[in-house]
C-alpha cells in the first residue's frame, strides 16, 4: 500500500485530481468529509467549536453555520488558528484510523489522502509520499472568483489564509499542473498514478 497525501490550493484543481485518482482504482480519502464529519451535532468537535466561539455559530437546528463561520474565521488569523487547533487533532486521528483500517484489511494499492492543508499541519509524516497540484497564482484566484462568487478582496484573503502555492511545489514529490482543463489534467494524473503503483 502506498500513501500520498494530495494537497494544493483553494481552487488549484485538487479535488478534480483527487477524483481522476479514484477513477483509475486508488482509494480516496477525503480529509475535508472528516472535516465536516467532526462537526456535526452530537460530535465532540462541535461542542468545542461551541464553546470557543460561542453559541452564535450554530443554526437554528444545531448545526454549524459554515457560513458564519467562515466569515469569522478568515478575516482574522488568531479566530482560523483557534478553529484549526480544535479540529486538527479530530481529522489527524480519523485519517490515521481509516489508513489502519486498510492495512487491517489488506488493501494493496494507492490511497490519495486529500489535505487541503497538509503542508500547513506538518502532516508529511503521514504520507509515503506528497503531490501538490499547482496553478499560477493569477489562476487560482480567477478561478476561486468565478467558482464562489466572491469579489477579489474576499479571493485574496482565502488564499492568503493557505501556505503560497508556489511554497506547496517546492515541498512536494510530485507536481502536477492544472493551469488548463480537466482533459489536460487527466493524463497527468494517470501518468503520476503510474508511477505510485510502479513503487509499491
Not at 58 to 86: C, P, W, Y
Amino acid at each position: 500500500m502506498v500513501v500520498a497525501g494530495l494537497t494544493g490550493g483553494i481552487a488549484s484543481g485538487k479535488t478534480m485530481a483527487a477524483n481522476l485518482f479514484r477513477e483509475l482504482g486508488a482509494e480516496v480519502i477525503d480529509a475535508d468529509v472528516i472535516a465536516r464529519s467532526v462537526v456535526e451535532p452530537g460530535e465532540d468537535g462541535l461542542e468545542r467549536v461551541k464553546a470557543c466561539f460561542g453559541p452564535d455559530v450554530l443554526t437554528a437546528d444545531g448545526h454549524l453555520d459554515r457560513a458564519r463561520m467562515a466569515a469569522q474565521v478568515f478575516s482574522n488569523h488568531d479566530r482560523l488558528e483557534k478553529l484549526n487547533s480544535i479540529l486538527h487533532p479530530l481529522i489527524a486521528a480519523q485519517i490515521r484510523s481509516r489508513l489502519e483500517d486498510l492495512r487491517r484489511a489488506g488493501f494493496d494499492g494507492i490511497v490519495i489522502v486529500d489535505v487541503p492543508l497538509l503542508f500547513e499541519c506538518g502532516w508529511q509524516e503521514m504520507f509515503d509520499c506528497t503531490i501538490v497540484v499547482y496553478c499560477e497564482p493569477a489562476v487560482q484566484r480567477n478561478r476561486l472568483m468565478e467558482r464562489s462568487a466572491l469579489d477579489a478582496a474576499q479571493a485574496d484573503a482565502r488564499i492568503a489564509s493557505q501556505m503560497p502555492l508556489c511554497e506547496k511545489k517546492n515541498r512536494a514529490d510530485f507536481v502536477i499542473d492544472n493551469q488548463d482543463t480537466v482533459q489536460n489534467l487527466r493524463p497527468a494524473v494517470a501518468d503520476l498514478y503510474a508511477r505510485l503503483l510502479a513503487t509499491e
